[in-house]
């Protein structure tokens, strides 16, 4: 024991204790890189409350799943841990016309960007860039899905976006 003291005493703390404690409990080194979500967060989620046993005897196992519209719009696509887990076909697919107002309002952001890199004001271009960025957020959390159970053997997903919105089923 006193040779641990002295050993302490005569070294530099840091050599005998090479991960010093934090109060959080997370290092600078090991925090993540996007503090409130993750890049692919651009997609709602559903939570699936059971298996699906599909005719080849595999199956999607319950939990969490990122939805999203393919861009041909005739699937469903359920993606898990950035994998794709499932292709649902979709049907009742309606695709909306933004308004003249909401035409407006994004060209209006996008004249101002393109007006602040023309006069070479850096930071206010940096602003109006932040701003569009910002009302882009805002559209996409208007985005949504859930999945209702509809008591006659199969799932039904809904969809909706801020330009689409589609329906797909699956079967149990």
């Not at 600078?28 to 709602?44: G, L, M, R, V, W």
């Not at 559903?46 to 999203?68: C, H, M, Q, R, W």
């Not at 309002?105 to 890199?117: A, R």
Request: glycine letters at 4%; a neutral charge; proline letters at 4%.
């Amino acid at each position: 024991m006193n040779m641990d003291m002295i050993a302490v005493k005569l070294n530099n703390p840091e050599d005998l204790l090479p991960n010093p404690s934090c109060p959080s409990g997370v290092m600078d080194n090991q925090k993540t890189i996007y503090t409130h979500a993750y890049e692919s967060s651009k997609y709602p989620v559903i939570v699936l409350p059971e298996k699906i046993y599909d005719n080849t005897g595999d199956f999607l196992s319950d939990g969490y799943y990122s939805i999203a519209l393919s861009d041909d719009k005739k699937f469903l696509l359920l993606i898990q841990s950035n994998i794709l887990k499932a292709k649902i076909p979709a049907f009742d697919v309606v695709i909306a016309q933004k308004t003249q107002q909401e035409l407006e309002e994004e060209q209006e952001y996008l004249n101002k960007i393109e007006s602040e890199n023309q006069k070479k004001r850096y930071r206010k271009y940096r602003q109006a860039k932040q701003e569009y960025e910002n009302y882009k957020l805002k559209q996409q959390a208007k985005m949504r899905a859930e999945i209702l159970d509809s008591g006659q053997g199969f799932f039904i997903v809904k969809y909706n976006n801020v330009d689409v919105s589609a329906k797909g089923y699956i079967y149990k």
